[in-house]
Antibody
Framework: QVQLQESGPGLVKPSETLSLTCTVSGASIRSDYWSWIRQPPGKGLEWVGFINIRASPYYNPSLGSRVTMSLDTSKNQFSLRLTSVTAADTAVYYC?????????WGQGTLVTVSS | EVVLTQSPGTLSLSPGERATLSCRASQSLGNSYLAWFQQKPGQAPRLLISVASSRAPGIPDRFSGSGSGTDFTLTISRLEPEDFAVYYCQQYGGSPPTFGQGTKVDIK
């Protein structure tokens, strides 16, 4: 059974870069698609993007050029970078398995953007 | 972008009752690429239904999905105490994938 665990700073200053890592166990990140999804406190879900070792990553156009995703096959991890953050980027960030249909999720990590 | 509109916003029911949740898409979903998720407080969403009507592994058969085109329904035949939660629909055929705003099922 695949398990995912997010890690990274819980507090980021405005205009700085948010960086999160998802550690995968029970599956190889070489073998599937991996996604990031976020949820502002008390609100709904927003797709951030997905990545696969054999294809170019896909990012939600609403985030423009601020988002980058990458894979580290040696550690079985994938990562998210979101630049120039504002308070609107405050959310619980989930990593998940799946290209567009997430069938396994991490527990989520709250990232607050505040000075 | 495909916009999903869920109704009602909140559904107040008693254990044992039937719950009917609606999800309407702003454009027709080819191949019925519509999923339903359940989310409890402090937890990640859990996949219940994919392709409009296919239950995910381990999901009880009291959960059922139906619909096609732009109108989809999630039905919980008899509510159990653990079913009180927020439910989201999601379309995964269009780009980007999008979610509805959620329906909260709470105890009457």
């Amino acid at each position: 059974q695949v398990q995912l665990q997010e890690s990274g700073p819980g507090l980021v200053k405005p205009s700085e870069t948010l960086s999160l890592t998802c550690t995968v166990s029970g599956a190889s990140i070489r073998s599937d698609y991996w996604s990031w999804i976020r949820q502002p406190p008390g609100k709904g879900l927003e797709w951030v993007g997905f990545i696969n070792i054999r294809a170019s990553p896909y990012y939600n156009p609403s985030l423009g050029s601020r988002v980058t995703m990458s894979l580290d096959t040696s550690k079985n991890q994938f990562s998210l970078r979101l630049t120039s953050v504002t308070a609107a980027d405050t959310a619980v960030y989930y990593c998940a398995k799946g290209r567009t249909l997430p069938d396994s999720w991490g527990q989520g990590t709250l990232v607050t953007v505040s000075s | 972008e495909v916009v999903l509109t869920q109704s009602p916003g909140t559904l107040s029911l008693s254990p044992g009752e039937r719950a009917t949740l609606s999800c309407r898409a702003s454009q027709s979903l080819g191949n019925s690429y519509l999923a339903w998720f359940q989310q409890k407080p402090g937890q990640a969403p859990r996949l219940l239904i994919s392709v409009a009507s296919s239950r995910a592994p381990g999901i009880p058969d009291r959960f059922s999905g139906s619909g096609s085109g732009t109108d989809f329904t999630l039905t919980i035949s008899r509510l159990e105490p653990e079913d009180f939660a927020v439910y989201y629909c999601q379309q995964y055929g269009g780009s980007p994938p999008t979610f509805g705003q959620g329906t909260k099922v709470d105890i009457k």
